[in-house]
């Protein structure tokens, strides 16, 4: 399968001793990468969906206590969602 490739050829390029040190700098990556997405999703929903379309009167505390609970709410779907993606 074409999933296995990439971590045959860290093993096999890559010291044994360093390959700890590559799991956490690649795990990093992928989690940095969900912050941003995740961050972004959250600002724009916030700002450009709740305070224009649902709330206008909303005040900035609120807007980004609503987006802040968008977040939550869409790390949690995307955690129920992913396992089916594999497939």
């Given at each position: 399968?074409?999933?296995?490739?990439?971590?045959?050829?860290?093993?096999?390029v890559m010291p044994d001793?360093?390959?700890?040190?590559?799991?956490?700098?690649?795990?990093?990556?992928?989690?940095?990468?969900?912050?941003?997405?995740?961050?972004?999703?959250?600002?724009?929903?916030?700002?450009?969906?709740?305070?224009?379309?649902?709330?206008?009167?909303?005040?900035?505390?609120?807007?980004?206590?609503?987006?802040?609970?968008?977040?939550?709410?869409?790390?949690?779907?995307?955690?129920?969602?992913?396992?089916?993606?594999?497939?």
């Amino acid at each position: 399968k074409s999933d296995t490739v990439y971590p045959l050829l860290v093993r096999a390029v890559m010291p044994d001793w360093s390959l700890g040190f590559f799991a956490a700098v690649l795990l990093g990556s992928i989690l940095s990468t969900f912050n941003s997405a995740l961050n972004s999703a959250s600002t724009l929903f916030g700002l450009e969906i709740y305070k224009i379309y649902i709330y206008p009167e909303a005040s900035d505390d609120r807007v980004v206590k609503i987006a802040g609970w968008f977040g939550v709410a869409l790390s949690l779907i995307s955690f129920v969602i992913a396992p089916f993606l594999e497939h």
